[in-house]
T-cell receptor, first 112, second 115 residues
Framework: LAKTTQPISMDSYEGQEVNITCSHN???????ITWYQQFPSQGPRFIIQ???TKVTNEVASLFIPADRKSSTLSLPRVSLSDTAVYYC?????????????FGTGTQLKVEL | DVKVTQSSRYLVKRTGEKVFLECVQD?????MFWYRQDPGLGLRLIYF???????EKGDIPEGYSVSREKKERFSLILESASTNQTSMYLC??????????????FGSGTQLSVL
């Protein structure tokens, strides 16, 4: 079971880079790592996904070491609007579908 | 854009009632999911479905059942609502792409209160 572990909370200031690390020691060979962002009273939304090494999009970067037992979401130059809960997700293939279980997430608070 | 629509934003029910939460997606996605979210507990998977009439239990299926008669619709059923089922319920869908590289699209959620 590819359970994920993240810090419960992180604090940062505007303009700083924020790195949130997720541990997934039991990740299966073919599984991807996906990160979501959730604001209060909304459903989570997809941020970034990767399998290995580094992935970058207009919002974030995702770093995955060779052993794939962890991943790091990097948010460059955060602003107040990045205050949200961030979830790391690794699915478990059941033979029929992918069981997509979220962890408790990381509450990021950005201040001036 | 993918649209996942949950039938009610707020719902108030009484203990013992049978409750139906409906979710519809408009992007022909094979996979659909029901989660509940409670403060401090994150999102917990109740049930998911990877095809019409196919369903699998998530981590907390007790007290719930689901129905997927059509590809676009996934219903969550509380057979006999209890106060500990008061929660925010979130539906999601995804396109089947292989081993867990699918992307979830969420609805706005239904805040259910059981009195």
């Amino acid at each position: 079971l590819a359970k994920t572990t993240q810090p419960i909370s992180m604090d940062s200031y505007e303009g700083q880079e924020v790195n949130i690390t997720c541990s997934h020691n039991n990740i299966a060979t073919n599984d991807y790592i996906t990160w979501y962002q959730q604001f209060p009273s909304q459903g989570p939304r997809f941020i970034i996904q990767g399998y290995k090494t580094k992935v970058t999009n207009e919002v974030a970067s995702l770093f995955i070491p060779a052993d794939r037992k962890s991943s790091t979401l990097s948010l460059p130059r955060v602003s107040l609007s990045d205050t949200a809960v961030y979830y790391c997700l690794v699915g478990v293939f059941t033979g029929g579908g992918n069981k997509l279980t979220f962890g408790t997430g990381t509450q990021l608070k950005v201040e001036l | 854009d993918v649209k996942v629509t949950q039938s009610s934003r707020y719902l108030v029910k009484r203990t013992g009632e049978k409750v139906f939460l409906e979710c519809v997606q408009d992007m022909d996605h094979e996979n659909m999911f029901w989660y509940r979210q409670d403060p401090g507990l994150g999102l917990r998977l109740i049930y998911f479905s990877y095809d019409v009439k196919m369903k699998e239990k998530g981590d907390i299926p007790e007290g719930y059942s689901v129905s997927r008669e059509k590809k676009e619709r996934f219903s969550l059923i509380l057979e006999s609502a209890s106060t500990n089922q008061t929660s925010m319920y979130l539906c999601a869908s995804s396109l089947r792409q292989g081993r867990s590289n699918e992307k979830l699209f969420f609805g706005s959620g239904t805040q259910l209160s059981v009195l």
